[in-house]
């Protein structure tokens, strides 16, 4: 049974930070992983990818402001978000396929997290 477990959302104002984390036995290091968003009333989005490799992407709106990384000895994936934004506001979810390109659609993606909620105030 793969389980993903996030942790680390919360209030914050605009211009703040906040750490998000997820703990995947084994994965990191044999899995394509990623942060998606869903913000209320809207689809789930890419926000970070991270390949089996280390090579990251992510999605115009976050990029400069958002870093993700992994940990593979502590099978820990991370997700660094600075200069946070109001439209940041959105359950974040981690997940996890075993894909060729890391990157893609939620329905790529088998493994998700329970989500952790970010919100953000002006």
């Known amino acids: 049974q793969v389980q993903l477990v996030e942790s680390g959302g919360g209030s914050v104002q605009a211009g703040g930070s906040l750490r998000l984390s997820c703990a995947g036995h084994k994965l990191t290091a044999n899995y394509c992983m990623a942060w998606f968003r869903q913000p209320p009333g809207k689809e789930r989005e890419g926000v970070a990818f991270?390949?089996?490799?280390?090579?990251?992407t992510y999605s115009e709106s976050v990029k400069g402001r958002f870093t993700i990384s992994k940990d593979n000895v502590k099978n820990t994936l991370y997700l660094q978000m600075n200069s946070l934004k109001p439209e940041d506001t959105a359950m974040y979810y981690c997940?996890?396929?075993?894909?060729?390109?890391?990157?893609?659609?939620?329905?790529?993606?088998?493994?998700w997290g329970q989500g952790t909620q970010v919100t953000v105030s002006s």
């Open positions: 991270i390949s089996l490799g280390g090579q990251t």
């Open positions: 997940a996890a396929a075993n894909l060729w390109i890391c990157g893609g659609a939620p329905s790529a993606f088998p493994y």
